[in-house]
């Protein structure tokens, strides 16, 4: 069985500041990590994914995120947050073999302060 | 450029009656997927396809059934409504087989069960 944790529901960061948005793993061999964002009343968009190669991984938006194989971490950062990223992230992850197995954390809501 | 669009996008049921959401997707995808969103719980996964004419239950499945009759459309019916059935419900669609392809959201549909 595959999972993901978001131990954040909440994060809250001043606007310009850097931000982190915490997803760690358990799967059973090769992981494919994905972040998503959610706008309200919104569908899942797509923002970066690991799949294999540089554990620093560029997407949409100015966000990153490192992929740390020995913490099973796959963490979401930003050097300088703007409030319009306020939004609820998604962090998923699925195995080789199983694109159809996808697994969605519980989500954390990212709120920039002006 | 549609990519997945989904319809109601919301809609309010009595306990015991039928309705069916409509998902259709332009970007020839393979795979098609329905999730429902759960506070608290991220996406879980209600069924899937590979391909026209298959499908498959995920995570779940009870109370829904799900068609593929054309590789664009992918169709969730619900046969006889229930409260538990309130949720947020997504339809996805993805390439292919692997685990690393990206999957793309629709915008949503918003159901109330009474």
């Known amino acids: 069985a595959q999972s993901v944790a978001q131990p954040e529901d909440q994060v809250n960061v001043a606007e310009g500041n850097p931000l982190t948005v915490k997803c760690t793993y358990s799967v059973s061999g090769n992981p494919y990590l994905f972040w998503y964002v959610q706008y309200p009343n919104r569908g899942l968009q797509f923002l970066l994914k690991y799949i294999t190669g540089d554990n620093l991984v560029k997407g949409s938006y100015g966000f990153e995120a490192e992929f740390n194989k020995s913490q099973t971490s796959f963490h979401l950062k930003k050097p300088s947050a703007l409030v319009s990223d306020s939004a609820l992230y998604f962090c998923a992850v699925s195995a080789s073999g199983s694109a159809r197995q996808l697994t969605f954390g519980s989500g954390t809501q990212l709120t920039v302060l002006p | 450029n549609a990519g997945v669009t989904q319809t109601p996008k919301f809609r309010v049921l009595k306990t015991g009656q039928s309705m069916t959401l409509l998902c259709a997707q332009d970007?020839?995808?393979?795979?098609m997927y329905w999730y429902r969103q759960d506070p608290g719980m991220g996406l879980r996964l209600i069924h899937y396809s590979v391909g026209e004419g298959t499908t498959a239950k995920g995570e779940v499945p009870d109370g829904y059934n799900v068609s593929r009759l054309k590789k664009q459309n992918f169709l969730l019916g619900l046969e006889s409504a229930a409260p538990s059935q309130t949720s947020v419900y997504f339809c996805?669609?993805?390439?292919?087989?692997?685990?690393?392809?990206?999957?793309?959201f629709g915008e949503g549909s918003w159901l109330t069960v009474v």
């Open positions: 996805a669609s993805s390439y292919g087989r692997q685990a690393g392809n990206t999957i793309y």
């Open positions: 970007m020839n995808h393979e795979y």
